[in-house]
């Protein structure tokens, strides 16, 4: 339903900083919850955040404090940004998108990968 591509991922040291952006190509955009999730190697995928409007916007415990989540309904575009980096952050994120009051994301994007160097 939703075509999605993220980018922003690279290599950061501890502490650092990194923005990931998410652009989707739809129409209605405004309707859609986008949701970031991550996925390390040998573990499940969470999800760190999500963001439906302004009002309505969730962070895992795990990040939250260091992490931001915003969207801009213009450009069709939900970014994640992400401070203080930790080892643990290191993984692959995904974007994907869900109608509000959906069960389950049903679009996703390929994945961008994130690496934190101590």
């Known amino acids: 339903q939703v075509q999605l591509r993220e980018s922003g991922g690279g290599l950061v040291q501890a502490g650092g900083s990194l923005r990931l952006s998410c652009a989707a190509s739809?129409?209605?955009?405004?309707?859609?919850?986008v949701g970031w999730f991550r996925q390390a190697p040998g573990k499940q995928r969470e999800l760190v955040g999500s963001?439906?409007?302004?009002?309505?916007?969730y962070l895992s415990d795990a990040v939250k404090g260091r992490f931001t989540i915003s969207r801009d309904d213009v450009q069709k575009t939900v970014s994640l940004q992400m401070s203080d980096m930790k080892p643990e952050d290191t993984a692959i994120y995904y974007c994907?998108?869900?109608?509000?009051?959906?069960?389950?994301?049903?679009?996703w994007g390929q994945g961008t990968q994130v690496t934190v160097s101590a």
């Open positions: 739809v129409r209605n955009f405004p309707l859609y919850v």
């Open positions: 994907a998108a869900k109608v509000r009051g959906g069960t389950e994301y049903g679009s």
């Open positions: 963001i439906y409007n302004r009002s309505a916007k």
